[in-house]
């Protein structure tokens, strides 16, 4: 059975630090592309990281950049999403996402694109 697994996702307060992991299982993901969206109470889902798991080339939303980083462990078929300086606005369900489609530059956003996905964990930063 192909699936994404995230956890990690907690109760933190703002500015610290939070590493979520997504575990990948049921194919070689070696040729897909990973994400993490994530939906806030009341908006829309929205992108923000990806990555090349063969390349290990990634994106970043303007919102995270400089605060967030993404990583993958091939041995254990794992992505990681490292949250640092974490805000209020950082509150949210985080998923984990995969598309053996070729993506890149704008199409990172594009949801329809990755037909993989985890169930959520969920990220609350308290002020």
């Known amino acids: 059975q192909v ?6 996702g907690r109760l933190v307060q ?12 049921g194919r070689t993901f070696s040729s897909y592309a990973m994400a993490w969206f994530r939906q806030a109470p ?16 990634t994106y970043y939303a303007d919102s995270v950049k400089g605060r967030f980083t993404i990583s993958r462990d091939n041995a254990k078929n794992t992505v990681y999403l490292q949250m640092n300086s974490l805000k209020p606005e950082d509150t949210a369900v985080y998923y984990c996402a995969a598309t053996s489609r070729p993506v890149s530059g704008s199409r990172w956003s594009s949801q329809a694109d990755f037909g993989l996905w985890g169930q959520g964990t ?5 002020s």
């Open 3 to 8: 699936q994404l697994v995230e956890s990690g």
């Open 42 to 57: 009341g908006k829309e889902r929205e992108f923000v990281s990806g990555i090349r798991w063969s390349a290990g080339t």
């Open 122 to 126: 969920q990220v609350t930063v308290s």
């Open 14 to 25: 703002a500015g610290d630090s939070l590493r979520l992991s997504c575990a990948a299982s």
